[in-house]
């Protein structure tokens, strides 16, 4: 069995108060510690002077490989084009798109350097699996130092319309570079239609779907690959068992203790400006203010730990949430009632589960999100005999699978106060009916289907390609 290497730019497990967590380092590494492989990618050091060196470090069957960036490659590959150019055009925040030459020049070489620092451990027989925006010109950059093995390439943001990526200047080096890999997978169907739009209309490619299931055949700047919708999953079972273990410890516990019976309405999300949180507050506002039953009878708790903190954007919608948080508390809180409780810190998995499956409502409404895994570990963390209730934006890739969500439109305040009405309302049978349907969906495309299936139609788009060699 050829041996699978993970490329991504963060690399799990992350560390309690290292950084955010992502749905990226938390699927991946759910991924592969079954099949075990390597992961290159990021230290997540800095370094002020020397020459970086690759890092090894062997963890059960999974063989860590991480490299540190110089300041110069941090701000250009990473800050720079990665997160403010890339993260918000991919996020359809035109507004907060930022561009330098420079920054582009450096992702470039970074990618270059990555892939240069990669092929001395690589095998003949590897199979490649690149993941995430910071990493579209990967697999040219493998190609240009002599690799002849299978490249995959998964999406874990959304790929935007044709006339948002249309603002990133250098949009068709970016979608000629995704053309150098031989399968693309996209959490979506609509995010493979937009990819597929641009190769026709923008790049006289072409796009032929098959006619049942399966991946798509993309021609287009002198190559043929394939591309497909693989919705990343989780493992539904085992958060159900880390949520009931969870919800017997102190942490749980002692938070329940402070409802005092009150109805929780549960949030957790890195800090981003994508993730909805400024409207969610003012729909929360908006549920208080026009149904005054609400108010000391309900508690939002929104667990939302700091990312990408060096970037004014962050910085920004950290001071507008700062500002709203305590607007609406001082508004209605009281002396034996706090509304929101807004904490800026990492729990452990099991933590996180148990406070899912304690609470009524999982509140989760990102502006865009590629998937949101969140939304899954909600409902994978219910007592299937007394679920609580997704409320859930159409604009999460989950709401494409999660029809027993209640979808709401993030921006319509009044659409979302009237979801969590509903939502604390809904009565048991109803809550159970939705549950069930989420549930069967999330157990049969868990996470190893997503594995899978991806490798599976890697491994078959080389099928055609002579015996591959690492140089
Ligand atoms: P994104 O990838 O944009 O961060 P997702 O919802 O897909 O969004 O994934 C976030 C992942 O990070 C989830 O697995 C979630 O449980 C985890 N996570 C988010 N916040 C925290 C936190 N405060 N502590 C621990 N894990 C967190
Ligand atoms: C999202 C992205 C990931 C990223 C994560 C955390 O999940 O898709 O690629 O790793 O956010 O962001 P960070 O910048 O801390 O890696």
Redesign the pocket.
Known sequence: MSRLIIVSNRVAPISEGGP?????A?GVYDALKETGGMWFGWSGDVLASGQPQIQLEERGPVTFATIGLVRRDYDQYYRGFSNATLWPAFHYRADLIQYDRHDFEGYRRVNAWLAQQLVPLLRDDDVIWVHDYHLIPFAQALRAAGVKNRIGFFL?IPFPASQVLLAVPPHRQLVEALCSFDLLGFQTEPDLRAFCDYVVHEAAGECEHPAKNGSSTIRAFGRTLRAAAYPIGVYPDEIAQLAKAGARGKPVRTMKATLHGRKLIMS???L?YSKGLVERFRAFERLLDQVPAMRNNVSFVQ?A?PTRADMHAYQDIRLQLEGESGRINGRFAELDWTPIRYIH???E?QV?AALFRESHVGYVTPLR??????AK?YVSAQDPDDPGVLVLSRFAGAAQELEGALIVNPIDIDGMAEALATALAMPVAERRARYRDMIGRLRENNVSVWRDNFLRDLKRSGEARPAARAK
């Open positions: 955010a967590a992502g749905g990226l938390v874990h957790v999300d890195r981003d667990i730990p810190r990492q729990y998995r996180l999100d590629g998937m949101n895994l969140v570990e």
